[in-house]
T-cell receptor
Framework: GNSVTQMEGPVTLSEEAFLTINCTYTATGYPSLFWYVQYPGEGLQLLLKATKADDKGSNKGFEATYRKETTSFHLEKGSVQVSDSAVYFCALRAGGFKTIFGAGTRLFVKA | GAVVSQHPSWVICKSGTSVKIECRSLDFQATTMFWYRQFPKQSLMLMATSNEGSKATYEQGVEKDKFLINHASLTLSTLTVTSAHPEDSSFYIC?????????FGSGTRLTVV
């Protein structure tokens, strides 16, 4: 079946450090891939998405490239800020509305 | 943008009692809402798909008599955990599909003691 695996957290970085959160997936067909972010006390928000192979989603300095050959959608940011501290969820949707989420990765950014 | 309001954000209840969680779409009509459950350090697990005016569709392994879902209007879906037990303690979160994407509620932390 379809599944999403993302790196376990927490990830702790200093401000301005480079961020990578790994995400790999298993799916039949050609899923759409997403990154969601959940800030403390808030709901999940869509951060970025990619709908086909080699697409790059980007938003707020975050980027992720849909790599079909490695079934990956790693999240990156060149210089993190304290305000990026949150939980990040990788997700896929393969037909219909049903979305499958990874376990989430908590990011702490220190000043 | 679209907002989904989920209430309460946290609740503590005694074993054997029932708890209702509400999810409202504030500025749009949601014909379909989704209910998820998240255990610590695990994925969000889809429990059921709630359809306005009809019965909810439950995922395999989810007890429909335990987790009652009602979607009586285009702006409100409710999840009632009946006869709650400590193993029902979890984080419950709803979402709605709108404008080509999902909008999530802020979640409800349920603790059954």
């Amino acid at each position: 079946g379809n599944s999403v695996t993302q790196m376990e957290g927490p990830v702790t970085l200093s401000e301005e450090a480079f961020l990578t959160i790994n995400c790999t997936y298993t799916a039949t067909g050609y899923p759409s891939l997403f990154w969601y972010v959940q800030y403390p006390g808030e709901g999940l928000q869509l951060l970025l998405k990619a709908t086909k192979a080699d697409d790059k989603g980007s938003n707020k300095g975050f980027e992720a490239t849909y790599r079909k050959e490695t079934t990956s959608f790693h999240l990156e940011k060149g210089s993190v800020q304290v305000s990026d501290s949150a939980v990040y969820f990788c997700a896929l949707r393969a037909g219909g509305f049903k979305t499958i989420f990874g376990a989430g990765t908590r990011l702490f950014v220190k000043a | 943008g679209a907002v989904v309001s989920q209430h309460p954000s946290w609740v503590i209840c005694k074993s054997g009692t029932s708890v209702k969680i509400e999810c409202r779409s504030l500025d749009f009509q949601a014909t379909t809402m989704f209910w998820y459950r998240q255990f610590p350090k695990q994925s969000l697990m889809l429990m059921a798909t709630s359809n306005e005016g009809s019965k909810a569709t439950y995922e395999q392994g989810v007890e429909k008599d335990k987790f009652l879902i009602n979607h009586a209007s285009l702006t409100l879906s409710t999840l009632t955990v009946t006869s709650a037990h400590p193993e029902d303690s979890s984080f419950y979160i709803c979402s709605a599909w709108t404008d080509g994407g999902y909008t999530f509620g802020s979640g409800t932390r349920l603790t059954v003691v």
